[in-house]
């Protein structure tokens, strides 16, 4: 097991995302984060939580979107997909929408994303935020427009995402 991030770089990684955001956000204006269940949601609570410290008093809308019906491989296999909750309190019609992630990895996660999303409303724009992108194992040609690090893995080795709340720990560690 190999660290990649630890926490002090980890909390770096997300204010420099925070910051991204903002550049091309300035006033956030009709702009909505979308955390991806399970994982993605631990990094958008972090990223949800620094936006508001960073533009306090703008709103935010925050929502989490469970993507296991729109899965291409739901009820293939042996691997049983247990549903979360989605929980997206408003319409995303024409709205910039930032989806979060923690890995992107084959890209299949995203765009089973991008057909969920849609029963909540064509949004103008999709932009994608993630905290990993291992960037030659994609099957389908999704690629992030903020990225906390990028690296080089086998098809063998996983990324795990660690955070306080589910795990008593802060890191990102690469395993196999």
Known sequence: ???????????????????????NHPDL???VLIGLQPRGIWLSDHIF?????LRPGTPVPYGRLDITFYRDDYNKGAE??????????????????????DVLYTGRTIRSALDAMLDFGRPERVELLVLIDRRFSRQLPIQPDYVGK??????SQRVRVFWQEPDQREEVVLIG
Do not use: W, Y
Request: aromatic residues 2%; charged residues 20%; glycine residues 4%.
């Open 1 to 23: 097991m190999k660290t990649i991030l630890n926490r002090q770089q980890l909390a770096i990684t997300i204010d420099r995302l925070c910051h991204q955001v903002i550049e």
């Open 49 to 53: 939580q620094r936006l508001l410290q």
């Open 150 to 155: 990028t690296i080089d893995s086998i098809i």
């Open 80 to 101: 049983l997909h247990i549903p979360t909750r989605t929980d997206i309190g408003f319409s995303i019609e024409g709205k910039q929408v930032i989806l979060v992630d």
């Open 29 to 31: 204006a009709d702009t």
